[in-house]
């Protein structure tokens, strides 16, 4: 059994990589082809780029479709930061409040709660727009960003509400005995606390947030307040115009912040989820 062993570590470890590389090599295919010249890019088969060129993240980034990426880019950041900061306030609040306070309608509203994961966002689109559309927010940040403050996403409340379960209670009665109200409770004890859980649901947020696209699609019109994700779809021709180099380039750009996000927080995001977060 023991001589047994190093094989299947060789082995599993043989297996993770040629998976993984399966799954990152469309992202190496195009970071390389990001610096191919407009001939190079179908024409040949070979990963490195015969000749090097930056002329796509010039061309890309400083407008040429008539729109400046960084514009776009930074457009992007408020929507996520906004909605980040909403999601932590409404997830955090509403989790301790179902996990820690007793209230009469509290099972029936977890139950409810989770009766909406499995509702298609598609039900709600429609009248979601025209209730935005008749308050006078569309073609503004509003209906992407102030929903997160009203506990609109399930699952970061489930994940919370299972992480405070996980908190004992003795703290609670400990912070009581101090003269801690509920609110402090939450404020002092829960809330440092969960930070795992906290971070876990600022990431998947900040994820969902800038990769959006269909939800700014609908309610954005304005080009001065397009995001990453509509201005990728502007370098995308239906009369054979795509300028494929240049969305190559911009696509590397857009995943650079999602990449910084994970690299700083993947160790709270592990144990967050797997830890934690979905502890009964």
Known sequence: MNRRSPMKTVL???VLLLVTFVMVYPILWMFFSSFKPDDQIFSTSDLWPETWTLDHYLAG???KLGMNFGQLMWNSLIISAVVVVGTIFSSSLTGFAFARLRFTPRRFLIGFMLSTMMLPAQVV???QYIMFHKI????TYLPLTLPSFLGTVPFFIYLMVQFVRGIPRELDEAAYMDGC???QLFRLIIFPLARPAIITMSIFSFYWTWN?????LIYLSDP???TVSLGLSMFIDNTGNTQWGDLFAMSILSIVPVFIVFLFFQRYLVEGIATHGLKG
Do not use: C, T
């Open 12 to 14: 599993r470890h043989a």
């Open 61 to 63: 980034f400083n407008g």
């Open 125 to 127: 689109m429609i009248p």
């Open 136 to 139: 006078g927010w569309v073609n």
């Open 181 to 183: 109200s509920k609110f």
């Open 212 to 216: 959006d696209f269909f939800g700014q």
């Open 224 to 226: 001065e307040l397009y």
